[in-house]
């Protein structure tokens, strides 16, 4: 019943932007943390970064700076919004969720970086 949806995926070129939204429903209560992790072809599903319900972050080494990470807890939504966008930041982002131990996941964005 925990559901995370995922929007705001696309193409764009690189040196530009894209912000993409998480939408929690579902849960009585809200997630220990909430983050983007994201899987490129043929590699493992990688963190980009999370928040914590107290609002501590953590990044990336390779997208610190590039890459800054929101959360709306009454809203219940999370976002990531990735500037100056490379090639290499081509994969499939998926929003996670952790609470009680357990995480969930949403179903996936496409971004593409390409010229």
Known sequence: QVQ???????SV????SLRVSCAASGSRFSFYSMGWYRQAPGKQRELVADITIGGSTNYADSEKGRFTISRDIAKKMVYLQMNFLKPEDTAVYYCNGRMFGDNY???GTQDTVSS
Request: no cysteine; proline share 7%; glycine share 42%.
């Open 4 to 10: 995370l949806v995922e929007s705001g995926g696309g």
């Open 105 to 107: 996941w949403g179903q």
């Open 13 to 16: 070129q690189p040196g530009g």
